[in-house]
């Protein structure tokens, strides 16, 4: 069993292999952890049913989370989604609740050993992981496995490696991070803030301006949304250039709801990387998640098994 927890919902599943046998999803109002876990328990069980599967047979649990998460299986840190959860470990809850081992991992962390394992980053010893979605997620791989520190931040801060150093204040603390300066948490405030607003379709948007909003303004021409994509996509190159200075991989694998247009962001990124990394031409891949929301669910098996 498979779960990948984060901040908007939660996707969790039983796989086989390189397959997922069933799966459902949780659409998450209030971050709390507390408040998710009794939901979680029963989808699983009666997912578990749906399939003629015994839990007590399966490998046990695996659990992707937007969390900081240390190697016994508990949550280090957070930043501002399941504070509740703070210290909760999950193995002690798996063996609790289902009577199998469990393996917790950071979810884009998990998300990239799934695409390793069976998606756009297979076949690669260096890897690199980006989400795009409400913040900016990011993992390592290299020489085959997860790029792990003591205190679990090494490779999983790319949202927060800076871009521009008199930039918006991010949530972390820090200014001018790339998920303060092009994520869907800051978007909002983003377009609010361009002196042309009042003039563009996106005034007339009730609530928060998400990327959706933005793209159906950009296919109309709207020029303060094409401004402030422009201004987005130039964030996510200047952060992937910083990554292969960094890490030095051997492929880019994109992922996150921003990707359902990745035809317009990617070749973008690819023609920043190409005239401004220190790395020949062509030698990194910069491609789309293979997986997408599957990506955490299927990379449970090799993380129970320790492939990684």
Same mark, same amino acid.
């Given at each position: 069993?498979?779960?990948d927890?984060?901040?908007s919902? =939660?996707?969790?599943?039983?796989?086989? @292999?390189?397959r997922?046998l069933?799966? !459902?999803?949780?659409? *998450? @109002?209030?971050p709390?952890?507390?408040a998710?876990?009794?939901?979680l328990?029963?989808?699983?069980?009666?997912?578990?049913?749906q399939?003629?599967m015994?839990?007590?047979q399966?490998?046990?649990?695996? =659990?992707g989370i937007c969390?900081i998460?240390?190697? !016994?299986?508990?949550?280090?840190?957070?930043?501002?989604?399941?504070d509740?959860?703070?210290?909760?470990?999950?193995? +002690?809850?798996?063996?609790?609740? #289902?009577?199998? %081992?469990?393996?917790?991992?950071?979810?884009?962390?998990?998300?990239?050993?799934?695409?390793?394992?069976?998606?756009?980053?297979?076949?690669f010893?260096?890897?690199v992981l980006v989400?795009?979605?409400? /913040?900016?997620?990011?993992?390592v791989?290299l020489?085959?496995? $997860?790029? @792990?520190s003591?205190? +679990?931040?090494a490779?999983?801060?790319? /949202?927060?490696?800076? =871009?521009?150093?008199?930039g918006? *204040?991010?949530?972390?603390?820090n200014?001018?991070?790339?998920?303060a300066?092009?994520?869907?948490?800051s978007?909002n405030?983003?377009?609010?803030?361009?002196?042309?607003?009042?003039r563009?379709? $996106?005034?007339?948007?009730?609530?928060?301006?998400d #990327?959706e909003?933005?793209?159906a303004?950009?296919?109309a021409e709207?020029? =303060?949304a094409?401004?402030?994509?422009?201004?987005?996509?130039g964030?996510?190159a200047?952060?992937?250039?910083?990554?292969?200075?960094?890490?030095?991989?051997?492929?880019?694998?994109?992922?996150?709801g *921003?990707?359902q +247009?990745?035809?317009?962001?990617?070749?973008?990124? @690819?023609?920043?990387?190409? +005239?401004?990394?220190w790395?020949?031409?062509?030698?990194?891949?910069? *491609? %789309?998640?293979?997986?997408?929301?599957?990506?955490?669910?299927?990379?449970?098996? %090799?993380?129970?098994?320790?492939?990684?």
């Open positions: 069993m498979a779960l927890i984060g901040g919902h =939660v996707e969790y599943g039983i796989v086989y @292999r390189d997922l069933a799966k !459902d999803t949780i659409a *998450v @109002r209030h709390l952890l507390t998710l876990l009794p939901q328990e029963a989808g699983l069980h009666a997912l578990a049913r399939s003629a015994d839990p007590t399966m490998a046990g649990v695996a =659990v969390a998460v240390h190697e !016994d299986g508990s949550i280090l840190a957070t930043n501002g989604k399941y509740d959860g703070v210290g909760f470990n999950f193995p +002690r809850w798996c063996e609790t609740r #289902f009577g199998l %081992p469990c393996k917790a991992e950071n979810d884009t962390r998990l998300a990239l050993i799934g695409e390793h394992f069976a998606g756009a980053a297979k076949g010893d260096d890897a989400t795009l979605g409400t /913040g900016i997620g990011g993992a791989l020489g085959g496995k $997860l790029l @792990r003591g205190s +679990r931040k490779g999983g801060l790319a /949202g927060h490696l800076g =871009v521009d150093w008199k918006r *204040v991010c949530t972390c603390g200014r001018g991070c790339a998920e300066e092009a994520s869907t948490v978007l405030a983003i377009c609010r803030e361009h002196t042309g607003y009042r563009s379709m $996106l005034a007339e948007k009730m609530g928060a301006i #990327f909003t933005l793209f303004a950009v296919d709207d020029a =303060v094409c401004e402030v994509l422009e201004h987005c996509v964030v996510w200047a952060l992937t250039v910083t990554l292969i200075h960094a890490y030095d991989p051997q492929v880019i694998v994109f992922g996150g *921003v990707m +247009r990745q035809e317009w962001i990617l070749p973008r990124i @690819r023609d920043h990387v190409n +005239r401004h990394a790395a020949q031409k062509g030698s990194v891949s910069i *491609v %789309p998640s293979l997986l997408g929301p599957a990506a955490a669910l299927l990379g449970g098996l %090799p993380l129970l098994q320790g492939n990684v």
